[in-house]
């Protein structure tokens, strides 16, 4: 949920959002299937006249891993503006790469692309290249670098 004010310029404005995002993973063996859908619903209020509307985001991604280094992707996804009925595509390839444990390098080209923060997290939607670096935290990993951190 996010709300922004702003007052004393040329307008008033008065906006509220409430977003919320699910990601849901599915492996087989050397294949990963990740699926995402996103809402949002926003109200302006701009100089006492409301605006209001639903948008989501719908995603999939199918990554296959060559070896233990090397895999390739490939991902579409679509975003809708109900109110307004506008729709968004996003479309392309990757390949990525794990030079160490944890850590993952995604070069990828979308041929069609959009942006919205509010989906950001849901992976690289704007058309275009694009380098992506991961990191992945767990117990393990932070009990290791704990321990080298107090290392003597």
Do not use: C, M
């Not at 307008?11 to 492996?27: A, C, G, I, Q, S």
């Not at 692309?113 to 690289?124: E, I, Q, S, T, V």
Request: avoid cysteine.
């Amino acid at each position: 949920f996010v709300v922004d004010e702003q007052s004393g310029g040329l307008n008033n404005h008065d906006n509220w959002k409430l977003v919320n995002n699910l990601v849901v993973n599915y492996r087989v063996q050397a294949t990963q299937i990740s699926t995402h859908y996103g809402a949002k619903y926003v109200r302006d209020t701009i100089d006492a006249q409301s605006y209001s509307g639903y948008t989501d985001h719908l995603g999939i991604e199918v990554r296959h891993e060559l070896d233990k280094r090397w895999d390739v992707g490939a991902r579409a996804s679509l975003l809708r503006a109900h109110a307004v009925g506008n729709e968004d595509y996003s479309y392309g390839l990757a390949v990525g790469y794990s030079p160490a444990t944890n850590l993952w390098l995604n070069l990828g080209y979308n041929w069609a692309g959009y942006d919205d923060p509010d989906f950001a997290l849901a992976g690289y939607t704007a058309s275009g290249i694009y380098l992506r670096l991961d990191y992945k935290f767990d117990q393990q990993s932070v009990r290791d670098a704990a321990a080298w951190f107090t290392r003597k």
